[in-house]
């Protein structure tokens, strides 16, 4: 098993950008908002999910085949 070792910040980061991630893909399937309200805010939370997402993600990959 690998071991990788996080700071705070790292792991908050980790948390708020999967979040956002969800919260986007929640909004595009919800039906409580307007058609055209729905789509533009889930997919832009979706987006800024994954691009935010990747970066970190590497950092961790990089942390534990290093340790």
Known sequence: MKTVTLTFPEL??????RAM????IALL????L?????????TLL???GVLTTVP???EV???????
């Open 56 to 58: 970190p993600a590497f």
């Open 21 to 24: 991630l969800g919260a986007g």
């Open 34 to 42: 307007s058609d055209t309200q729905r789509e533009t805010t889930g």
């Open 29 to 32: 399937l919800a039906r409580r």
């Open 12 to 17: 908050f980061l980790l948390v708020a950008t």
């Open 61 to 67: 990959l990089g942390k534990s085949s290093r340790e």
């Open 46 to 48: 979706t987006a800024i």
